[in-house]
């Protein structure tokens, strides 16, 4: 099993729509959560980090659940300018640092 | 503000040649980590520095070796290069490398894209 698995997609939804991704995570000793955009040929760029309690940054809702070790992302009023994969990333504990772990992406398509 | 640069941009080597890439953290940022990343993959953790001193190491051959310097900037060489090692290589500053949210958050620079012949 994957340290982090995500379903790589694409996803492809219309304008307005709302959608959803999961990302799973093998480590329980997890301490860190995020979400990051990358847009094709690009760097990485953060998008939110997860907290316990959920969290919400306008259109975007990320929650995470300890007990099924999963994190998932809830985009509103999808706009075009949603196209890109999203990349869950996990931080765990590893030989005493925090190693961050990327799963390979999401591909969402927003069309007209 | 400067973000995390990155050079050379692109760099095309023969198989055997060894590969030095380079790369400047945000000011005030004192780990510095790398990535691989292949077309359709997710960045996969090579070395993550912190003060100078290697903190992490992921499952990367020998042929892959990094140091960070006294201004937190950072280097790494990839020796006996091979065909599979074609990839964007990417380096990521943050404030620190504990287990706290704040301190992890990565800033990527915007690549290294190796290409071995």
Known sequence: RKEVEQDPGPFNVPEGATVAFNCT??????????????DCRKEPKLLMSVYSSGNEDGRFTAQLNRAS?????LIRDSKLSDSATYLCVVKGPSGGSYIPT???GTSLIVHP | DTGVTQSPTHLIKTRGQQVTLRCSPISGHKSVSWYQQVLGQGPQFIFQYYEKEERG???FPDRFSARQFPNYS?????????LGDSALYLCASSPGQGANSGANVLT?????RLTVL
């Open chain 1, 102 to 104: 990327f799963g390979r």
């Open chain 2, 57 to 59: 190491r992921g499952n």
């Open chain 2, 74 to 82: 950072s280097e790494l060489n990839v020796n006996a290069l091979l």
């Open chain 1, 69 to 73: 070790q999963y994190i998932s992302l």
């Open chain 1, 25 to 38: 995570y093998s480590n329980s000793a997890s301490q860190s959560f995020f979400w990051y955009r990358q």
């Open chain 2, 108 to 112: 990527f620079g915007a690549g290294s």
